[in-house]
């Protein structure tokens, strides 16, 4: 039989309707492979609610719940204690949302189910933008990004802002586990994945999405655009648990952010000197990453 | 009081789908739904230069690459949307993309 290396049970269908190529399906078959049976998922608007659920269909092999757009984290404490109502102590609840659900308007919810220390998993698929609704720009769009509402024109040179660090704002809740992710390497998803079912507390996902309509790439190029992103240290790959850093794939040497940004055409405006600013801004994160690791 | 009064979780559990309020349920699976008319190019697997290395399934955003009981990954033509992830990971390059 086949030598795999992720585990073979699919509780994620076919025939959903995801743009060619989308990661965010990706997260999702990866996150429920580490999961189980057992998991229970609820999804607020995003285009995961379009991918798996024109309704009457769903594309989950286990339940999913529609929650309200900024309502994910409330919607999660709210499973997890019916369920504990109802002694089904084995279900695994999940929330899961994307970067505008979970930086911006949701941030509240989720701020309120990590403080009450809710036992449950919540993951962020992080496409860098509101995609489903068109491309507008998110706390979590990328400095320099292109989308529809931060143009590149006279006036504007794509997003003004940086990207919120959405983990320095879990960590600060001191939630039981936190890590991020990359659907370029699966089988350290999985590990994360399946670490989250040892802890008991809030546990939080930062999971890589890239998007091809969004990001303006050709859909083959989705994981080597999210290889690109750990190997540049744009995205780097790490845990916190007890509030303890580790980084879980250190290169010997990171590739120029260049490489990252030139593959992609919400980058394709940008000069040589905004490239070598999103450059040393990339090394400063990388930096206090790695004092933080040190910390122990 | 009423079935969705501010003190009707006392009364009721809901444990199978009759307990509960009328709501929508989704209940069809979505492979119902075949996504093959959105494909312009074809993946094509050269099993010669298949190594059986697993890549193309792991990698499917579609769940469209399947496992024979050989061991060879099967393109499933009613789901497969094209989009070449499955031949641009492939390390040995045994897939082609082929236009329709
Ligand atoms: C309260 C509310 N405001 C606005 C919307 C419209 N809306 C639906 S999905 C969406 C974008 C979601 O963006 P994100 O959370 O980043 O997920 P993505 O679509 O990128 O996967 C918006 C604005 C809504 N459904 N509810
Ligand atoms: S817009 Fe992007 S994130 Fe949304 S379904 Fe399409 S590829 Fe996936
Ligand atoms: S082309 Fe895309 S959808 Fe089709 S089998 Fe390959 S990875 Fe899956």
Not at chain 1, 171 to 177: C, E, K, N, V
Request: charged fraction near 20%; include cysteine.
């Amino acid at each position: 039989m086949a030598r795999l290396t992720i585990p073979a049970e699919e509780y994620m269908r076919s025939g959903h309707s995801a743009c060619p190529g989308c990661a965010a399906t990706l997260v999702m078959r990866y996150v429920l492979k580490g999961l189980g049976p057992n998991a229970i998922v609820t999804l607020p608007a995003c285009c995961w609610t379009v991918i798996g659920t024109p309704f009457p269909t769903t594309a989950l092999n286990v339940p999913i719940l529609d929650c309200a757009f900024e309502a994910t984290g409330a919607s999660v404490s709210g499973l997890r204690a019916a369920a504990d109502a109802l002694g089904l102590a084995d279900v695994i609840v999940v929330g899961f949302a994307g970067d505008g659900g979970t930086a911006d308007i949701g941030l509240q919810a989720l701020s309120g189910m990590l403080e009450r220390g809710t036992d449950a998993l919540y993951v962020m698929y992080d496409n860098e933008a509101y995609m489903n609704t068109g491309v507008q720009r998110s706390g979590a769009t990328p400095l320099g990004a292109w989308t529809t509402t931060t143009p590149v024109d006279a006036t504007s040179r794509g997003k003004g802002e940086g990207k919120k660090d959405v983990m320095a704002i879990v960590a600060a809740h001191r939630p039981a586990y936190a890590a991020t992710v990359n659907v370029a390497f699966p089988e350290d998803f999985l590990k994360r994945v399946e670490k989250t079912k040892t802890i008991r507390g809030p546990k939080f996902l930062h999971a890589f999405s890239p998007c091809p309509p969004g990001w303006r790439y050709p859909p083959e190029k989705t994981i080597a655009i999210g290889r690109l992103a750990t190997d540049t240290n744009s995205f780097p790959l790490y845990e916190i648990e007890g509030g303890k850093y580790r980084i879980t794939r250190k290169l010997g040497r990171a590739r120029p952010v260049a490489e990252y940004l030139k593959a992609q055409g919400r980058f394709s405006h940008l000069t040589d000197a905004e490239i070598a600013a999103i450059q040393s801004e990339v090394d400063g994160r990388w930096a206090r990453l790695l004092a933080l690791e040190t910390l122990g | 009081m009423s079935p969705h009064g501010h003190d009707a979780h006392k009364a009721t559990a809901y444990i199978t789908e009759q307990d509960l309020p009328e709501r929508p349920l989704a209940t069809v699976p979505s492979d119902v739904i075949k996504t093959a008319s959105w494909r312009t190019f074809l993946p094509v697997i050269h099993l010669e230069a298949c190594t059986k290395c697993y890549v193309c399934w792991k990698f499917c955003p579609d769940v469209a690459i399947g496992i024979d009981e050989a061991g060879w990954p099967v393109v499933r033509l009613d789901y497969c949307k094209g989009c070449g992830i499955c031949a641009e990971e492939c390390k040995p390059r045994a897939i082609d993309m082929v236009k329709e």
